[in-house]
């Protein structure tokens, strides 16, 4: 796994149950991932705490993208469907997206956009900090 040898430049911060990072597309800003650590299947896999541990952690982080980024309400999904191993997307929303985009998933946004959505180690440099601060103090 990338993020536990420092190759993961999206890394935001390792929490109890695995990794948070920022996802590759950010379709809207501080869209998070969580990753376990070790990596399984899926939720089902898990032991009751270690469910309970990465569920906890979904939400903690969904606190601290609350408090960093001024969303108004965070999505949490958990499907494996592409990538058949456990992963939390956890995505803020905002007030000002357009009516129809905020009541689709995050990837409802046009491809047109792609390009100025992609995670930018530099660009997101002050997000990370400032989303590790948030969850560290919730630790």
Known sequence: MAARVGAEPA?????????????????????????????????????????????????LVGDALLEVTGAYRINYAIMGNSDPVLHAHIVPRYQNEQDELR?????SYSPKLVESMVFDPVHDYDLIQHLRAAIQKRL
């Open 103 to 107: 009541t689709g998933g995050p990837w």
């Open 11 to 59: 890394v935001v911060c390792q929490v109890s149950s695995g990794w948070v990072v920022l996802a590759r597309m950010q379709y809207l800003h501080g869209y998070s991932i969580l990753m376990p650590d070790p990596v399984v299947p899926s939720l089902n896999v898990l032991a009751p705490a270690q469910r309970a541990a990465f569920l906890c952690d979904m939400a």
